[in-house]
């Protein structure tokens, strides 16, 4: 099993439950460049320590929003790349539905690549809803855009004898030649997330590692199944090995078990307050799947930002879950070391196995000295456990 530090580098100082929007509309005038200077620093120490500490890396991108600082995932993946020594730099992901020029995107990560080493995990995303207006994108068909993009780049990547013209619906380019090509060929490892079934399969028809985030042990288990019909298909094999999965959960330590509740608390808030979004840019018309919206509707709270159930089937919706719900439901992991090791344990059990455990290690309020330790304890604690416990060649139990 590999594991990944994740932070999505808020801005705490104007995050609060009070405010009406956090995203799209929230003035930047509520934002001291110096302040974030040193924001900027803290995480990216932070995440140089992970690397030491024997964790991968996990990145992603927000824009127009005090919950995470990382306007361009490429910019921090290339100081990463040169700062970091070993671990697997992770970014899911770089919202390709949301750029105009996909062929830059392919010379971007090929050029982290080289610079890393071979380092790179490539995520390609369909990106959020609330995202769609700051990115003067278009809502609908954004499932095709992206895999006519994700041709583009793939073909951008693994083309090394000269340039190609390339004449798509969406994109168009006469003359497609990047330099540097990748360091690991034909390209690095491609992942994408999805909380649906169909794109689930759709990934597993290429054989691409699938992220889900927080969904909980049977929301996953579905995808996971999913993907395993959509891998077979794509002639890979009657085995899916669990590397082809990531799943996202926050995770918080201490030794003290109040103290890593109190921690992974803070945590939480960052899916709390993930439905403070003005009503005009929270569900744009013709992005969701007709699945997805099918399973909004179906939802105890259709207006609430998502609704989960525990293994028991009691409905959670998570803008306003307490912290036993987001461990009951398999989204956080919390308490001391060896609490935070059992729990993960029946989680990958239950779901059946899982090769890429992607960790929230910090989030919204925990400061630097808090992250600092829980990193500490879980890599001298659970880190080396899990690695013995769940060998990288494991296969989907729960494939059938």
């Known amino acids: ?55 991968d890396i996990m990145l992603n991108e927000h824009h127009s929003t005090a919950t995470c600082l990382t306007a361009s995932a490429n910019l921090l993946l290339a100081i990463l790349a040169r700062v970091t020594k070993r671990a697997r ?6 919202p390709v539905c949301n750029r105009q020029d996909p062929v830059r995107i392919a ?9 890393s080493g071979g380092r790179l995990e490539f995520g390609m995303i369909k990106g959020v809803p609330y995202e769609i207006a700051p ?23 693994t083309t090394h004898n000269g340039a190609f013209n390339f004449e798509g619906e969406f994109f168009h380019h006469r003359t497609v030649n990047i330099w540097p090509r990748p360091w690991q060929q034909p390209h690095p490892p491609i992942w994408s997330s999805t909380s649906t079934p169909s794109n689930a399969r759709e990934i597993g028809l290429r054989g691409y590692v699938v992220g889900s985030f927080m969904g909980g042990i049977e929301e996953t288990i579905k995808l996971h199944k999913a993907y395993a019909e959509g891998y077979r298909e794509g002639g890979y094999g009657s085995d899916v090995p669990v590397d082809r999965f990531g ?47 099918f399973r909004s509707m179906r939802s105890p709270n259709p207006a609430a930002f998502r609704t989960l159930y525990t293994p028991k089937g009691r409905p959670v919706e998570l803008s306003t879950a307490s912290l036993d719900d987001f461990i009951e439901c398999g989204i956080a992991f919390a308490g001391t070391p060896e609490q935070v090791y059992n729990q993960i344990c ?42 013995a416990r769940y060998p990288e060649d494991m296969k989907f139990a729960k494939a059938a």
């Open 135 to 157: 990115a003067n994108s278009q809502p609908t068909r954004m499932m095709d855009r992206f895999w006519e993009a994700h041709d583009l780049i793939v073909k951008a990547m």
């Open 89 to 94: 730099l992770l970014v899911l992901g770089v």
């Open 247 to 293: 799943y996202l959960a926050m995770c918080a330590t201490a030794e003290d078990e109040g103290e890593a509740r109190r921690r992974a608390d803070l945590i939480a808030d960052y899916l709390r307050t993930n439905a403070q979004v003005a009503d005009p840019f929270n569900k744009p018309p013709g992005y969701f799947s007709v699945d997805a919206a």
């Open 1 to 55: 099993m590999r594991v990944y530090h994740f932070s999505e580098e808020p801005y705490p100082d104007v995050w609060s439950p009070d405010r009406p929007t956090l995203r799209v509309t929230l003035p930047n005038e509520l934002c001291v460049p110096q302040r974030a200077n040193e924001l900027y620093h803290r995480y990216i120490d932070e995440w140089m320590l992970a690397d030491e500490l024997g964790f």
């Open 107 to 115: 010379e971007e990560m090929a050029m982290v690549d080289v610079i």
């Open 346 to 387: 029946a989680f990958v059990d239950g779901i059946g196995g899982l090769g890429n455990l992607l960790l929230m290690g910090q989030g919204g309020h925990m400061n630097h000295a808090q992250t600092v330790d829980s990193l500490k304890l879980m890599g001298k604690h659970v880190l080396p456990k899990l690695k």
